[in-house]
């Protein structure tokens, strides 16, 4: 494993005290797996707490903050490293922090390996000898796309239940039967966790998914879908099998999700658009539920979902909230899920118009974002996946961009200043004469200001403010 100089040099003075430092958890996890390790986590077995801190203060600032656990921050050049002393834990209350903690130097690395939740993040590496120590197979778990728990102490913290999503999520892993047990029995824990780390889990899980279906499929397989109500709605909802060949809604989102991230622009995006993009495809059917019945249509017994347009909002909302959600990303995911159906309302010829209004309403989010969606959730029902539509969908990204509301929604170009200088005085009379100009904007009437002045201008001579004729002074718009 490469390992930065700065952290090399610190190794190499703990090991000179007596310590035995091994490199633990995700770095080596993700260094087997081909991945660049990026935090690096160090546990230091043969040397006491005061021992270690003494060694690492000649590198740089070091933070005590973890004393009583026995971890050590420490800055090395531009970057921050946890070292820890193996430590025994021990259940003592409800929730993922009702431990207690023991740090012991000289506990077998056997079992301090234990105390970790995956078997994949309970590989160590030894940096001298170059060599792992894995105690409970986690590389051949690795090998085998498996992932399982350490041992019993698994269903003392339900946030590994959570943790074992999005790993499923990230890696493409398939959870151990055994693995699902234990989760199930612990199902009714959920309330004991913290909704911000019920949060960073899902936070995880939609940034960094390589499979987001796994981590759906974790929830299922251990019961924890019904802890997500709007989620768990859509396990076995029939749908038009004309429509959805693949199977119910569970199935389809789960192939949308899978196909929004093999896109070719999915690895360009910042992890904020993968964020959104990877719940509005998840909610993009939570309006079905709530409105899903089965009635006679051409003498043919069939599933519809009348008023699901209407109905997508408010599940969305709930879900992310009740996941714990900041506020503002229900903001950016709803109207992308409320308008994902804009390609089926369409029976027309692409319109400018209709784009820019489009691109309107889907604001804060972007109408590129929103044929992301579209074409990632054409691409959920790969049986039926049509040229025709993809075609459709190119053309709505080929417009837009040629009408430069792709990646920003249309902002109006008539304000109040202009009527102001027209010598009227503001006032709550003006939003009639605003709303008119910007409709007009975006049907095309005008592309830019002096455009709009004009425009403004002779809507006011037909359409007179409190009944009054507007006079104003040409020379004011030279």
């Not at 000898?129 to 796309?145: F, M, N, Q, S, V």
């Not at 119910?248 to 964020?275: G, I």
């Not at 902002?411 to 007009?440: Q, T, Y």
């Amino acid at each position: 494993m490469e390992i930065p100089p700065p952290l090399q040099s610190a190794l190499v003075a703990l090991r000179r005290i007596g310590g035995r430092p091994r490199l633990v958890g995700g770095c080596v996890r993700d260094w087997l797996l081909g991945l660049t390790p990026k935090d690096f986590d160090i546990e230091v077995f043969g040397i006491d707490y005061e021992q270690m801190g003494r060694a690492l203060s000649a590198f740089g600032s070091t933070d005590l903050v973890g004393r009583s656990f026995g971890v050590l921050k420490v800055r090395l050049a531009d970057a921050k490293y946890d070292f820890s002393l193996p430590r025994w834990e021990s259940k003592t209350g409800e929730g993922h922090r009702g431990f207690a903690v023991a740090p012991d130097p000289d506990l077998p690395e056997a079992e301090a390996a234990a105390r970790r939740d995956f078997t994949i993040n309970s590989i160590a590496y030894d940096p001298f000898e170059k060599r792992l120590i894995d105690p409970h197979g986690g590389e051949r778990d690795l090998r085998a796309c498996l992932l399982r728990h350490t041992g019993p102490a698994f269903v003392e913290d339900p946030l590994r239940v959570l943790r074992g999503m999005q790993f499923a999520a990230r890696f493409d892993l398939t959870l151990a039967p055994e693995t699902a047990v234990l989760a199930k029995s612990i199902r009714d824990t959920f309330n004991e966790l913290p909704i911000e780390r019920i949060w960073s889990e899902w936070d995880k899980w939609a940034k960094k998914a390589a499979k987001p279906s796994r981590g759906l499929l974790v929830l299922k397989q251990t019961g924890w879908l019904t802890h997500f109500p709007e989620l768990s709605a859509l396990d076995g909802l029939p749908q038009k099998s004309e429509w959805h060949p693949e199977g119910n809604a569970f199935v389809q989102t789960s192939h949308s999700l899978d196909a929004l991230v093999t896109l070719p622009e999915w690895n360009s995006y910042p992890e904020a658009v993968r964020q959104l993009l990877s719940f509005a495809v998840l909610a993009h059917d939570f309006g079905k539920a709530p409105t899903a019945s089965q009635g006679l249509r051409g003498h043919r017994l069939r599933w519809a979902s009348p008023g699901y347009k209407a109905a997508r909002a408010a599940p969305t909302k709930s879900f992310l909230q009740r996941i714990g959600a900041p506020l503002d990303l229900v903001d950016y995911v709803r109207p992308l899920v409320v308008n994902r159906l804009a390609r089926h309302a369409s029976r027309n010829p692409l319109r400018d118009a209709s784009i820019r209004y489009l691109a309107y309403k889907v604001a804060p989010a972007t109408l590129e974002q929103l044929i992301t969606v579209m074409m990632s959730d054409h691409l959920g029902r790969p049986s039926i996946a049509s040229a025709e539509a993809i075609s459709w969908i190119q053309q709505l990204k080929d417009t837009a961009q040629r009408l430069e509301v792709g990646s920003r929604a249309p902002k109006p170009i008539v304000l109040g200043r202009h009527i102001i200088a027209l010598g009227i005085a503001p006032g709550p009379h003006f939003k009639k004469a605003l709303d008119a100009a910007f409709k007009s904007q975006l049907d095309g009437a005008f592309y830019d200001e002096s455009g709009g002045l004009e425009w403004i201008q002779n809507y006011l001579r037909v359409h007179p403010i409190r009944g009054k004729w507007i006079f104003y002074h040409e020379s004011k718009f030279r």
